[in-house]
């Protein structure tokens, strides 16, 4: 297995562009989540999908912040447009029953 | 609302000390309950879990023992290892909520040899 596939790894980009993270959760698994760590808030559960519908999305912490799952393999999180205090690492998270699987992350960077 | 509370870290142990990491939760009914490793570089891996007051959960020689009076899982290690420096997150998972996870901030173990 695979396990939980993010991409891209590492993302710099400059404050106002638009940044696209990506998730692929383990195949089968009907939740997915998406979570933000910063060194000063630690991990904050940004919004989870079960079955592909957002179920809780009070997380996200603006309109400048999106997230969709198209299908039970992929999901997107969207910054438009990104500014410096977005700067984390976003870890995507799936499981079925049980224990989630996380991600390696994507590592933002937003100068 | 529901929250986790961890020690504050960094920890710092000689490899064959003894490892606690305190960890106290507030929720309401009966939430599941967790510890996380994250690797440098690396995503978070589940270590144990337990799902009910006095069940105690049990991976690579880690313990925690979900203490409902005292509101508490606290993770044990009778003898740390070089390998096992990495952040530590305790988490709950809050009855019938979907199989949300809220985390504690984490606690940073460095093992020395």
């Known amino acids: 297995d695979a396990g939980v596939i993010q991409s891209p790894r590492h993302e710099v980009t400059e404050m106002g562009q638009e940044v696209t993270l990506r998730c692929k959760p383990i195949?089968?698994?009907?939740?997915l989540f998406w979570y933000r760590q910063t060194m000063m808030r630690g991990l904050e559960l940004l919004i989870y999908?079960?079955?592909?519908?957002?179920?809780?999305d009070s997380g996200m912490p603006e309109d400048r912040f999106s997230a969709k799952m198209p299908n039970a393999s992929f999901s997107t999180l969207k910054i438009q447009p990104s500014e410096p205090r977005d700067s984390a690492v976003y870890f995507c998270?799936?499981?079925?029953?049980?224990?989630?699987?996380f991600g390696p992350g994507t590592r933002l960077t937003v100068t | 609302g529901d929250s986790v509370t961890q020690m504050e870290g960094p920890v710092t142990l000689s490899e064959e000390a003894f490892l606690t990491i305190n960890c106290t939760y507030t929720?309401?009914?009966?939430?599941?309950l967790f510890w996380y490793v994250q690797y440098p570089g690396e995503g978070l891996q589940l270590l144990l879990k337990?799902?009910?007051?006095?069940d105690k959960g049990s991976n690579k020689g880690f313990e925690a023992t979900y203490r409902k009076e005292t509101t508490s899982f606290h993770l044990e290690k009778g003898s740390v290892q070089v390998s096992d420096s990495a952040v530590y997150f305790c988490?709950?998972?809050?009855?019938?909520?979907?199989?949300?996870?809220?985390f504690g901030q984490g606690t940073e173990l460095s093992v020395k040899p």
């Open positions: 998270a799936s499981t079925l029953t049980g224990p989630k699987y």
């Open positions: 195949s089968g698994h009907n939740s």
């Open positions: 999908f079960n079955n592909n519908v957002p179920i809780d």
């Open positions: 929720a309401t009914g009966y939430p599941s």
């Open positions: 337990a799902t009910k007051a006095d």
């Open positions: 988490a709950l998972s809050p009855y019938n909520q979907g199989g949300k996870l809220i």
